[in-house]
């Protein structure tokens, strides 16, 4: 078995500090149940512009164990 957990960059695009940084402090990480999911941060951002879809270059931190 091989487990890999990919996760977007996102301090690379949203800074310290700035208002879309305290809004997803407020809420600590994203919620998922079953087929539904609460994202940290605007649904907008966590779905499209962050999201990681094949043939969509970004940056990202990558685990494999």
Avoid: Q
């Amino acid at each position: 078995w091989k487990i890999s957990v990919h996760i977007s960059d996102v301090p690379e695009t949203i800074k310290k500090g700035e208002a879309i940084d305290k809004n997803c402090k407020n809420r600590d990480s994203t919620l998922y149940i079953r087929n539904f999911h609460f994202p940290m941060m605007p649904k907008k951002l966590s779905d499209n512009f962050f999201s990681l879809k094949k043939g969509n270059k970004k940056l990202l931190y990558s685990l494999s164990f």
